[in-house]
């Protein structure tokens, strides 16, 4: 019996291709398809803010919804991964894809045996506008590639780097502490453990930071920052900083006089959602 192969090749657009091949051979039983796919991305490419993992998750979702397929939240964020990380080979973790499944304010345990765990936080709305009105993002203007660092980092650990291991392990106790001062509101907390985490990134690998990032770090500095930390792997993209709320556009003004692309953040509830219509 002739089965039709869900292998796409030639195709350019390589996570497309991914979950294309994964979705058809897992949940069609490898029965190809003919479809027309078109995806929009707001972030540039590299940012570090998990756009390319949103997006196989928002694919993924799409395909479950075409095919039927009994996935809930916690699969479509594994399968994500799987296809990203496995199938492609792609260098990441996979915060991002759970992240981009769930939505909301998490704090989420990456467990041994492949277990994960995603928490909502039961964050109150003081503490969340008080957060959010803290916010400003800024892209650097130069995405990077994160394979180069995240390669420095796994053999760090896999050699026991005492450096690198020192600062994994700094990494998962801020993280404990963000929790805690993040539900108690406190921001000068938070910009504390920020700040310790971001020296903490940056004795992982070379390349977290570079003269472009530093530069803007003074700028925001000078303007009020009371901490910051670049978002992904690092070596680029962008750079969030906690900042008292009064002198949040100012330091928004400052940035994008740098050459820098800076806004505010708005806090989303929701994670990947998905619909049909009928036309």
Not at 54 to 74: I, K, M, N, S, T
Not at 155 to 179: C, F, Q, S, W, Y
């Amino acid at each position: 019996m002739f089965e039709a192969a869900p292998q796409l090749q030639q195709a350019s657009l390589l996570l497309h291709r991914g979950v294309y091949e994964r979705m058809v051979r897992d949940h069609n039983a490898g029965g190809a398809i003919s479809a027309t796919i078109t995806t929009t991305v707001d972030a540039p490419m590299g940012s570090g803010l998990g756009s390319s993992s949103a997006l196989v998750v928002a694919l993924v979702d799409a395909f479950r919804v075409l095919f039927g397929a009994p996935l809930g939240q916690y699969d479509v964020a594994h399968l994500a991964f799987e296809i990203e990380r496995v199938d492609l080979g792609l260098a990441g973790g996979k915060q991002d894809q759970y992240a981009a499944a769930f939505g909301g304010t998490n704090f989420i345990e990456f467990l041994p045996n492949d277990r994960v765990i995603v928490n909502p936080l039961r964050v109150s709305d003081g503490a969340r506008n008080e957060l959010e009105s803290s916010l400003v993002i800024c892209f650097s203007g130069r995405s990077r590639d994160a394979r180069v660092i995240i390669e420095q980092q796994t053999a760090g650990v896999v050699v026991h780097n005492p450096r690198t291991i020192g600062a994994m392990d700094r990494l998962k106790a801020d993280a404990i502490e963000m929790k805690t001062a993040l539900l108690a509101g406190d921001i000068h907390a938070m910009a504390r453990i920020l700040d310790d985490s971001w020296r903490a990134k940056q004795m992982t690998a070379q390349g977290i930071s570079t003269d472009r990032i530093d530069e803007l770090y003074d700028v925001a500095f000078q303007r009020g920052a009371l901490a910051g930390k670049v978002s992904g792997a690092g070596g680029g993209g962008f750079v969030m900083f906690l900042v008292y709320p009064e002198d949040r556009m100012g330091l928004v003004d400052a940035l994008n006089s740098m050459g820098g692309n800076a806004s505010t953040v708005k806090i989303t509830d929701r994670g990947c959602e998905t619909w049909q219509v009928r036309r």
